[in-house]
């Protein structure tokens, strides 16, 4: 490998960042603003793939991701040709790949995935809205940044509605494909969606849906299987999540989610999607060990096959091995009746082989014993099952019993609980003379006495009940506080008890007085929810909130000079400029502050969400080391020119090679040495464009006069 360009284009090479699937990736810097970008270049070389088909990939990626401007796409900033070189600036990301995250953990927890979810789905959102569809949806082409930003990257095989390229090839990677893209079908965004639902599979359950020892087996489970249920390869996994991930991974796609918000919904609200777990069945031990044996030879590789191979997939012709959904679909042991019927027809089958007369022949003979002993076998197999079957019904059974004896226990505790509770309050004796002594003979001894035998009335228990005095249940004393069970979707929130009471969901608020109290739940991300509850004495009443999402905008700031602190409505970022900042949709005041510079200020229009708004104003010298006296008499800054600048009207909006002066004209402008291509703009009236260069020590004079619209 050579070493890399000092330069391409206007931008300065720093340094390499890896090899991408059409060329080198660099990390640059753009000199004019002091911008850090990355620079993916294409190189002709690539094995199996025509120069001109490669060009095409090539500008439909600058093409397809520079129409989306949303903070969870890469933004692309320029895009060019230098010497056969071809290349595309990109927005520069510091972070590491959702694939990277899977491989170092395997699992991800909920939360994270929901985060992870609600960033994916709005960025594809935002794409489908403009026709574009990803067709490689995977974890290597998902960013995540250090402040849990996340990154839909590389659009190389986007395309507006198309499935195949014009040689009738199918782009994408094999595992996270769409049963309609290996069909070669024609593609909406429910495509990115169903690759985005593999994803998912993957970061809950650790392993991917649709695995094999080679692409033909892989494609022909998209096609054909249904994966085995996450909740079915780990029972911990919550009901309602598997079946999300299950209705995402629909092999129709009417029948799986129409866009990412729908998807997302169902994600964040998972606990109460779903099937109760006690319908779900157990998968078999063996079905999942052969899924984790097929995942260790997955593939993340971008990969082109034929579109005419895969349409032939569905058409019946199926691999050799089934793999682990068709083993799933067997039931693990047969029913007792037709273990019976099996094992009685072997039984004959051994008993006649028995009857008959030895063939002299020794081959003869060795055959006959190789029969019976495989027909002992089966035996014996069978057998087993039987036995095993036998076993998991009875310990059923077992379990029923103990069961029904643990109700029926309950239900005579509470029986008697409730006389007790009834019994009637004692009451003294009528008299206290003893009874006669005949009363007091046992029904024994008066049998004994009269020959007779005398059965015991039922008069007896109630004579016993009236002389032995109840002993009265105390009364449990009055209530006089409630508690509020307060929980969260997401978990985690701030929770506000009338102002006073402090928690995190989810929070048990006790001790509260009954009436009315206000809860206040707050999260970052989140808008605040506030509720107003009545909390009755002796009783904990749940309250539960799920959070709705900020509607979040995008700052893309720059200045010349770079490097200015970005402070947004009076509070400092700790950014600095250029940088792109995630914001909350409304109206908000931008302040660009650097040493030695005036403040650039801009107050933003409503944003509304999902809305990038641009500020790059061109820095002024002043403050601090400012002489206010050449100021006021025209003077220019040391080492610097001066633009005087007018228009006729006047107030017109001046900007120079991309940034926007802080004034408008008239307006003086002290600039460093150099050419500027300068911008005038005022509603109603048509832009101007004007060349200057700047002299150091000079001043250049530029008057337009603006013709009207």
């Given at each position: 490998?050579?070493?890399?360009?000092?330069?391409?284009?206007?931008?300065?090479?720093?340094?390499?960042?890896?090899?991408?699937?059409?060329?080198?990736?660099?990390?640059?810097?753009?000199?004019?603003?002091?911008?850090?970008?990355?620079?993916?270049?294409?190189?002709?070389?690539?094995?199996?793939?025509?120069?001109?088909?490669?060009?095409?990939?090539?500008?439909?990626?600058?093409?397809?991701?520079?129409?989306?401007?949303?903070?969870?796409?890469?933004?692309?900033?320029?895009?060019?040709?230098?010497?056969?070189?071809?290349?595309?600036?990109?927005?520069?990301?510091?972070?590491?790949?959702?694939?990277?995250?899977?491989?170092?953990?395997?699992?991800?927890?909920?939360?994270?995935?929901?985060?992870?979810?609600?960033?994916?789905?709005?960025?594809?959102?935002?794409?489908?809205?403009?026709?574009?569809?990803?067709?490689?949806?995977?974890?290597?082409?998902?960013?995540?940044?250090?402040?849990?930003?996340?990154?839909?990257?590389?659009?190389?095989?986007?395309?507006?509605?198309?499935?195949?390229?014009?040689?009738?090839?199918?782009?994408?990677?094999?595992?996270?494909?769409?049963?309609?893209?290996?069909?070669?079908?024609?593609?909406?965004?429910?495509?990115?969606?169903?690759?985005?639902?593999?994803?998912?599979?993957?970061?809950?359950?650790?392993?991917?849906?649709?695995?094999?020892?080679?692409?033909?087996?892989?494609?022909?489970?998209?096609?054909?299987?249904?994966?085995?249920?996450?909740?079915?390869?780990?029972?911990?996994?919550?009901?309602?999540?598997?079946?999300?991930?299950?209705?995402?991974?629909?092999?129709?796609?009417?029948?799986?989610?129409?866009?990412?918000?729908?998807?997302?919904?169902?994600?964040?609200?998972?606990?109460?999607?779903?099937?109760?777990?006690?319908?779900?069945?157990?998968?078999?031990?063996?079905?999942?060990?052969?899924?984790?044996?097929?995942?260790?030879?997955?593939?993340?590789?971008?990969?082109?096959?034929?579109?005419?191979?895969?349409?032939?997939?569905?058409?019946?012709?199926?691999?050799?091995?089934?793999?682990?959904?068709?083993?799933?679909?067997?039931?693990?042991?047969?029913?007792?009746?037709?273990?019976?019927?099996?094992?009685?027809?072997?039984?004959?089958?051994?008993?006649?082989?028995?009857?008959?007369?030895?063939?002299?022949?020794?081959?003869?003979?060795?055959?006959?014993?190789?029969?019976?002993?495989?027909?002992?076998?089966?035996?014996?197999?069978?057998?087993?099952?039987?036995?095993?079957?036998?076993?998991?019904?009875?310990?059923?059974?077992?379990?029923?019993?103990?069961?029904?004896?643990?109700?029926?226990?309950?239900?005579?505790?509470?029986?008697?609980?409730?006389?007790?509770?009834?019994?009637?309050?004692?009451?003294?004796?009528?008299?206290?003379?003893?009874?006669?002594?005949?009363?007091?003979?046992?029904?024994?001894?008066?049998?004994?006495?009269?020959?007779?035998?005398?059965?015991?009335?039922?008069?007896?228990?109630?004579?016993?009940?009236?002389?032995?005095?109840?002993t009265p249940t105390p009364a449990a004393p009055a209530a006089t506080t409630g508690e509020l069970q307060i929980t969260s979707n997401p978990a985690g929130a701030q929770v506000q008890v009338d102002s006073s009471l402090q928690g995190t969901s989810p929070f048990n608020a006790k001790s509260l007085t009954p009436g009315q109290h206000t809860v206040v739940i707050s999260k970052t991300g989140y808008q605040s929810a506030t509720r107003v509850?009545?909390?009755?004495?002796?009783?904990?009443?749940?309250?539960?909130?799920?959070?709705?999402?900020?509607?979040?905008?995008?700052?893309?700031?720059?200045?010349?000079?770079?490097?200015?602190?970005?402070?947004?409505?009076?509070?400092?970022?700790?950014?600095?400029?250029?940088?792109?900042?995630?914001?909350?949709?409304?109206?908000?005041?931008?302040?660009?502050?650097?040493?030695?510079?005036?403040?650039?200020?801009?107050?933003?229009?409503?944003?509304?969400?999902?809305?990038?708004?641009?500020?790059?104003?061109?820095?002024?010298?002043?403050?601090?080391?400012?002489?206010?006296?050449?100021?006021?008499?025209?003077?220019?800054?040391?080492?610097?020119?001066?633009?005087?600048?007018?228009?006729?009207?006047?107030?017109?909006?001046?900007?120079?090679?991309?940034?926007?002066?802080?004034?408008?004209?008239?307006?003086?402008?002290?600039?460093?040495?150099?050419?500027?291509?300068?911008?005038?703009?005022?509603?109603?009236?048509?832009?101007?464009?004007?060349?200057?260069t700047v002299e150091k020590g000079k001043t250049a004079d530029i008057q337009v006069t603006l013709e009207k619209q």
């Amino acid at each position: 490998m050579g070493t890399s360009p000092q330069k391409i284009g206007r931008y300065e090479i720093v340094g390499e960042l890896g090899k991408g699937a059409m060329g080198l990736v660099y990390k640059a810097l753009d000199p004019m603003i002091g911008r850090t970008v990355a620079m993916k270049t294409m190189r002709m070389d690539v094995h199996g793939m025509e120069s001109d088909e490669m060009l095409k990939r090539f500008q439909n990626e600058a093409r397809a991701a520079g129409v989306l401007n949303h903070a969870n796409i890469v933004t692309i900033y320029d895009a060019g040709e230098q010497d056969g070189l071809f290349y595309i600036a990109m927005e520069f990301i510091e972070g590491v790949t959702l694939h990277s995250e899977i491989t170092q953990n395997r699992v991800l927890p909920v939360e994270q995935i929901i985060d992870v979810s609600r960033q994916v789905c709005a960025g594809l959102d935002v794409a489908h809205s403009h026709g574009v569809v990803h067709r490689d949806v995977k974890p290597a082409n998902i960013m995540i940044t250090p402040d849990k930003t996340v990154k839909i990257m590389d659009f190389g095989i986007a395309k507006a509605g198309g499935g195949l390229t014009s040689a009738g090839q199918v782009l994408g990677t094999p595992n996270y494909m769409s049963p309609e893209q290996v069909k070669g079908r024609t593609l909406d965004g429910r495509s990115d969606l169903f690759s985005f639902g593999v994803i998912l599979y993957e970061m809950v359950t650790g392993e991917k849906p649709f695995t094999g020892q080679n692409v033909t087996t892989i494609i022909y489970k998209i096609v054909n299987e249904n994966p085995i249920p996450p909740r079915e390869l780990d029972v911990t996994i919550h009901p309602g999540l598997s079946a999300v991930i299950t209705r995402a991974l629909a092999k129709s796609p009417d029948e799986r989610y129409q866009n990412g918000a729908e998807l997302l919904r169902d994600l964040v609200n998972y606990k109460s999607f779903g099937a109760s777990p006690d319908t779900t069945s157990v998968m078999s031990a063996g079905a999942g060990a052969a899924a984790s044996a097929l995942n260790a030879n997955a593939s993340d590789k971008t990969v082109v096959f034929d579109s005419g191979a895969m349409q032939k997939m569905g058409s019946g012709s199926q691999p050799a091995a089934s793999g682990p959904a068709a083993a799933a679909a067997k039931p693990a042991v047969a029913p007792l009746q037709a273990i019976d019927s099996t094992v009685d027809m072997a039984r004959k089958k051994v008993a006649a082989a028995a009857k008959a007369r030895a063939p002299k022949d020794p081959k003869m003979l060795l055959m006959l014993g190789g029969g019976i002993l495989a027909v002992l076998l089966v035996i014996g197999g069978i057998g087993w099952a039987r036995h095993r079957s036998s076993q998991q019904q009875a310990a059923q059974a077992e379990q029923q019993r103990t069961e029904a004896q643990q109700r029926t226990e309950t239900q005579q505790k509470q029986q008697i609980e409730q006389q007790v509770q009834n019994a009637p309050a004692p009451t003294a004796p009528a008299s206290t003379t003893p009874p006669p002594a005949d009363a007091q003979k046992t029904p024994a001894a008066a049998a004994a006495k009269t020959g007779k035998t005398t059965t015991p009335a039922k008069t007896t228990t109630t004579q016993a009940k009236s002389t032995t005095p109840a002993t009265p249940t105390p009364a449990a004393p009055a209530a006089t506080t409630g508690e509020l069970q307060i929980t969260s979707n997401p978990a985690g929130a701030q929770v506000q008890v009338d102002s006073s009471l402090q928690g995190t969901s989810p929070f048990n608020a006790k001790s509260l007085t009954p009436g009315q109290h206000t809860v206040v739940i707050s999260k970052t991300g989140y808008q605040s929810a506030t509720r107003v509850i009545e909390v009755a004495a002796g009783k904990s009443t749940p309250l539960a909130v799920t959070l709705a999402v900020v509607p979040m905008a995008t700052l893309s700031l720059a200045s010349q000079p770079a490097g200015a602190s970005i402070l947004v409505d009076e509070k400092d970022t700790g950014k600095v400029t250029p940088a792109q900042l995630p914001i909350e949709a409304g109206e908000h005041k931008l302040i660009l502050r650097k040493q030695g510079f005036k403040d650039a200020t801009m107050n933003t229009p409503r944003l509304a969400a999902g809305q990038t708004f641009n500020f790059a104003p061109l820095l002024q010298a002043g403050k601090e080391g400012d002489n206010p006296f050449k100021r006021l008499f025209g003077g220019i800054p040391e080492g610097k020119g001066m633009a005087n600048l007018k228009t006729t009207p006047k107030g017109a909006q001046v900007s120079m090679n991309g940034f926007t002066a802080p004034n408008r004209t008239p307006a003086k402008l002290p600039l460093d040495p150099g050419s500027y291509e300068i911008t005038f703009k005022l509603d109603g009236y048509k832009p101007a464009t004007k060349s200057v260069t700047v002299e150091k020590g000079k001043t250049a004079d530029i008057q337009v006069t603006l013709e009207k619209q």
